[in-house]
T-cell receptor, first 112, second 111 residues
Framework: DGGITQSPKYLFRKEGQNVTLSCEQNLNHDAMYWYRQDPGQGLRLIYYSQIVNDFQKGDIAEGYSVSREKKESFPLTVTSAQKNPTAFYLC???????????FGNGTRLTVT | AQSVTQLDSQVPVFEEAPVELRCNYSSSVSVYLFWYVQYPNQGLQLLLKYLSGSTLVESINGFEAEFNKSQTSFHLRKPSVHISDTAEYFCAVSGGNDMRFGAGTRLTVKP
């Protein structure tokens, strides 16, 4: 079955460490997205990518970095510069035109 | 850029009662509108979408939403809810390559 895989489901890190969240899709979608979800704030866009080797900042890109070396993969690195990294992170992809987003099941990151 | 306001953070309702979850958007360009549903510790699933054509769109599980351009709204309705409809619902707007979401409405259906 086609879909989006985020791993791991739960991730724990110490403050000051960088951590990379994985997102892989086999839907052959060009566009991929990263959102952060916090209670009461909905989803906030971190980064998105329309094609390989190109990506744009979303509303809250500070403290995060991404790469898009392959169409199938869009990893997100949460750096030590991110002041409040504990959150639920969602990856999504999108087909042609204005089609809806397809979401992975998320990674819950806890930084202590 | 686009933005979305969901007017109610929580909506409690009894089983078999009707429900309306309100969504307003703002945009300087033509938009495409979506409702998603999220169950605990999962990603979002598409409920329904408005891209063009008829302003009333329906989902397979009884939800419907009406695009109202003059009021910049896209409210979600269901005439009779079930316990299984308990979840968080997100309204989203896309005017280009990005997609913006509202803060979500927590629907709780009580027996």
């Amino acid at each position: 079955d086609g879909g989006i895989t985020q791993s791991p489901k739960y991730l724990f890190r110490k403050e000051g460490q960088n951590v990379t969240l994985s997102c892989e899709q086999n839907l052959n979608h060009d566009a991929m997205y990263w959102y952060r979800q916090d209670p009461g704030q909905g989803l906030r866009l971190i980064y998105y990518s329309q094609i390989v080797n190109d990506f744009q900042k979303g509303d809250i890109a500070e403290g995060y970095s991404v790469s898009r070396e392959k169409k199938e993969s869009f990893p997100l690195t949460v750096t030590s510069a991110q002041k409040n990294p504990t959150a639920f992170y969602l990856c999504a992809s999108r087909g042609q035109g204005f089609s809806p987003l397809h979401f992975g099941n998320g990674t819950r990151l806890t930084v202590t | 850029a686009q933005s979305v306001t969901q007017l109610d953070s929580q909506v409690p309702v009894f089983e078999e009662a009707p429900v309306e979850l309100r969504c307003n958007y703002s945009s300087s360009v033509s938009v495409y509108l979506f409702w998603y549903v999220q169950y605990p510790n999962q990603g979002l699933q598409l409920l329904l979408k408005y891209l063009s054509g008829s302003t009333l769109v329906e989902s397979i599980n009884g939800f419907e939403a009406e695009f109202n351009k003059s009021q910049t709204s896209f409210h979600l309705r269901k005439p009779s809810v079930h316990i299984s409809d308990t979840a968080e619902y997100f309204c989203a707007v896309s005017g280009g390559n990005d997609m913006r979401f509202g803060a979500g409405t927590r629907l709780t259906v009580k027996p």
